[in-house]
């Protein structure tokens, strides 16, 4: 099995306590990474889309839509999450949706736009009684032409591998925060897990997505760090999202002050630098931000982002306000053809 190299947990202490050595060459140092944030915004904009335009069409987006196929009452107690059953959040527990449920949304994704369809489960991990039902979906979404897409919790070698014979296309998990913030977020499950999970997708040979939330009262050398550690990975991510906390009432991040918004700009363009290949997604987060601030997150190497009016639980800008939004930035969905030019200003 390949292991992924990332920044050892060790290494990576508060700034308080004397950091060692990592053993082994990294690609990015978190000391690296944190000089990028430091930079004046102009110059590290510029920067990030020097290394855009270098590796795509700076002027085209890519579309994922989102759904929760099994939603609430989750045994985590992820502490951003209104789906962890110890959150107050009013967010219902349901069953695994039927595959006919979920094949009808993934067409009207399709009819809107979306190349990419990714279901989520609020789930430690899937049961085996579930791998039929999840394996099913996966078929029958590629069938209609979607790339797949699934983020189901922890996965074991054998789980990774039947998805991957069924046709995933990537499988989402987040490492979701620096090391060392992480336990003040998350007991039940360790950042190790979240490792050893991804290398058995990588090792099924399904593409990785991988990103992390910002936003939740971390540092920025700890979303340094985060950067750091997902740049780390060998190979990086073929998708990174960055998530903007959204602060759901009941959960126990509600009362987190927001992030500086070119902070978040910033972390974007970052996560272009260090890794120039991948897809770099505008997550959640989106709903609450304006126009020229997703601009912004474009202009810094943003070329995906979620598309409909829901994530999971949450929502995210109507898909006709987001159309206009690409008309207004000239912008092409990817897999369409140019339909309007940029609208002059009225
Ligand atoms: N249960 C699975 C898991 O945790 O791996 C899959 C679903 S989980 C909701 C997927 C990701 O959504 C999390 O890792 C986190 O990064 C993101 N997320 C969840 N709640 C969020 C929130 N309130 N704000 C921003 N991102 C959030
Ligand atoms: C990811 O990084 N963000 C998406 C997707 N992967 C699964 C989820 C965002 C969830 C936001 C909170 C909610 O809607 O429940
Ligand atoms: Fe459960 Fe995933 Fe939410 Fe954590 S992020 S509580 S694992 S649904």
């Known amino acids: 099995m390949t292991t992924i190299a990332t920044i050892p947990v060790s290494s990576l202490r508060r700034a308080s306590?004397?950091?060692?050595?990592?053993?082994?060459?990294?690609?990015?140092?978190?000391?690296?990474?944190?000089?990028?944030?430091?930079?004046?915004?102009?110059?590290?904009?510029?920067?990030?889309?020097?290394?855009?335009?270098e590796h795509f069409d700076a002027n085209e987006v890519q579309l994922s839509t989102l759904l929760s196929i099994k939603?609430?009452?989750?045994?985590?107690?992820?502490?951003?999450?209104?789906?962890?059953?110890?959150?107050?959040?009013g967010v219902e527990a349901s069953k695994l949706m039927p595959l006919a449920e979920v094949i009808e949304a993934a067409q009207a994704a399709k009819d809107q736009g979306a190349t990419r369809f990714c279901m989520g489960a609020a789930w430690r991990s899937p049961k085996e009684r579930d791998?039929?039902?999840?394996?099913?979906?996966?078929?029958?979404?590629?069938?209609l032409g979607l790339e797949t897409c699934m983020t189901l919790g922890m996965l074991e070698a054998q789980q990774a591998q039947a998805l991957k014979d069924a046709g995933l296309d990537y499988y989402n998990h987040n490492l979701d925060?620096?090391?060392?913030?992480?336990?003040s977020i998350i007991t039940t499950r360790t950042y190790q897990?979240?490792?050893?999970?991804?290398?058995?997708?990588?090792?099924?040979?399904?593409?990785?997505?991988?990103?992390?939330?910002?936003?939740?009262?971390?540092?920025?050398?700890?979303?340094?760090?985060?950067?750091?550690?997902?740049?780390?990975?060998?190979?990086?991510p073929e998708s990174v999202p960055i998530n903007n906390l959204v602060a759901v009432k009941g959960t126990p991040l509600a009362d987190t002050p927001p992030l500086d918004p070119f902070e978040f700009v910033r972390t974007i363009a970052i996560a272009r630098i260090t890794m120039p290949l991948t897809m770099v997604r505008l997550s959640a987060g989106r709903e609450q931000m304006d126009e020229a601030l997703q601009a912004l997150?474009?202009?810094?190497?943003?070329?995906?982002?979620f598309y409909g009016d829901k994530l999971l639980t949450t929502s995210n800008p109507q898909a006709d306000k987001d159309?206009?939004?690409?008309?207004?930035?000239?912008l092409k969905v990817q897999g369409e053809r140019p339909a309007a030019h940029a609208q002059p200003c009225q």
């Open 71 to 89: 939603t609430g009452g989750c045994a985590e107690d992820c502490g951003y999450c209104p789906q962890a059953s110890t959150a107050d959040s």
């Open 323 to 330: 159309r206009q939004l690409f008309v207004r930035l000239g």
């Open 297 to 305: 997150c474009f202009l810094a190497g943003a070329n995906s982002i």
């Open 131 to 143: 791998m039929e039902r999840v394996t099913d979906m996966v078929r029958e979404v590629r069938a």
């Open 17 to 53: 306590a004397p950091s060692t050595t990592p053993k082994a060459p990294l690609r990015w140092q978190v000391a690296d990474v944190a000089t990028l944030y430091e930079l004046p915004f102009m110059d590290l904009l510029f920067r990030a889309q020097q290394v855009h335009r």
């Open 177 to 183: 925060s620096a090391p060392e913030f992480y336990e």
């Open 193 to 236: 897990d979240r490792l050893d999970t991804l290398t058995n997708v990588r090792a099924a040979g399904i593409n990785v997505c991988c990103g992390g939330i910002v936003g939740m009262g971390e540092s920025r050398g700890e979303r340094a760090g985060l950067i750091a550690q997902l740049a780390n990975l060998n190979p990086y």
